[in-house]
């Protein structure tokens, strides 16, 4: 069964630091998203991308937030200048017709210090 | 504006007995409903959608859910728990109408499978 891969699994980042967090989707999927969870709260939208432009971003992906498709293959989501809050799990997630059959990554567990 | 509620932050029933995980939503729109589960440390898996096709939805692992328009809910249940299926559960809304694709996400219920 196809899967998104992301990596790493764990990162420990000091503040301030530029941190890049790396998505392989599903290699006939179009819309490509991020999402974050803070721990003990709601998966949260952060931002959706479609043919190599941002479609749609939440209040919480502010300037700080960038996202990218470098090749064919990557979907990166880089945090220029991290803070303590912006520790979360964040998930890749891919779809073919951008509406339904999201598919999920297992998740990046960064960790701010 | 739109927004979905588990009505159980945890649920814990016997192996072997029925599972009945709680979803409301709240939308002018037509929604597409979604259950995904989670298992500790891993990701995100969905178990079953509904699109506006049969309201009566059946997933993986034994799972269905029912949409209720009346009701504006789409409770997920399992007639016989396993102790494999102990997990997070989130219910989950987007929709079609508003031309979005961003999924609004429930709290979560956490199924404990007791032995």
């Known amino acids: 069964e196809p899967e998104v891969t992301q990596t790493p699994s764990h990162q420990v980042t000091q503040m301030g630091q530029e941190v890049i967090l790396r998505c392989v989707p599903i290699?006939?999927?179009?819309?490509f998203y991020w999402y974050r969870q803070i721990l003990g709260q709601k998966v949260e939208f952060l931002v959706s991308?479609?043919?190599?432009?941002?479609?749609?971003k939440s209040e919480i992906f502010d300037d700080q937030f960038s996202v990218e498709r470098p090749d064919g293959s990557n979907f990166t989501l880089k945090i220029r200048s991290t803070k303590l809050e912006d520790s979360a799990m964040y998930f890749c997630?891919?779809?073919?017709?951008?509406?339904?059959?999201?598919?999920f990554g297992s998740g990046t567990r960064l960790t701010v210090v | 504006a739109q927004s979905v509620t588990q009505l159980d932050s945890h649920v814990s029933v016997s192996e072997g007995t029925p599972v009945l995980l709680r979803c409301n939503y709240s939308?002018?729109?037509?929604?597409?409903l979604f259950w995904y589960v989670q298992h500790p440390n891993k990701g995100l898996q969905l178990l079953l959608k509904?699109?506006?096709?049969?309201?009566l939805v059946k997933g993986i692992n034994g799972f269905e859910a029912e949409f209720k328009k009346s009701e504006t809910s789409f409770h997920l249940t399992k007639p016989s728990a396993h102790m494999s299926d102990a997990a997070e559960y989130f219910c989950?809304?987007?929709?079609?109408?508003?031309?979005?694709?961003?999924?609004?996400f429930g709290s979560g219920t956490r199924l404990q499978v007791q032995p």
């Open positions: 997630a891919s779809s073919e017709s951008g509406t339904f059959g999201y598919t």
């Open positions: 290699s006939n999927h179009l819309y």
């Open positions: 991308f479609y043919n190599n432009e941002i479609s749609e």
């Open positions: 939308s002018s729109y037509s929604p597409s």
């Open positions: 509904y699109t506006s096709a049969a309201t």
């Open positions: 989950v809304v987007t929709f079609r109408d508003t031309g979005r694709r961003a999924l609004t």
